[in-house]
C-alpha cells in the first residue's frame, strides 16, 4: 500500500518538495501516490512536475497517473492519481545500463 500524500493545489514547482520529502522520509524505492486531480491534463502535469523536480534534485523519479477507481481522501471530484517513486541516480544508471544490455540481444 502507498502512502498517501494530502491533496495539493499549489504550484508546479513545489514538486520539488514532494520529492525532497519522499526521499528524506523514506529514502529511494518508497511509492508515493499523489490524490485528488480532477483533470487529466492536471495528472499530466503532476507526472512530468514529479520527473523534473528529480533533475533539480540530482535523484531519478519514477511516475505515472492512474485513474481513480473510488478513494476516500480525494473528494468526490478525485479523477485521476500520480504514484512516484524516487530512485538513487547511481542505481537507476545502472538499471538502465543492464536493461539496454538485455534489449541487445
Ligand atoms: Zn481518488
Known sequence: MPHQVRIISRPIRDFDDHVRHLVEEDGYGVEREYYGITTRARADEVRR????????????????????DGCELGGE????????????????????????????R
Open 49 to 68: 512536475g514529479m520527473r523534473t523536480a528529480g533533475r533539480h534534485l540530482g535523484v531519478s523519479v519514477r511516475s505515472y497517473w492512474r485513474t481513480c
Open 77 to 104: 471530484s478525485c479523477a485521476y492519481h500520480v504514484r512516484f517513486t524516487a530512485y538513487d541516480p547511481a542505481r537507476a544508471r545502472e538499471y538502465m545500463a543492464r536493461k539496454s544490455k538485455n534489449s541487445e
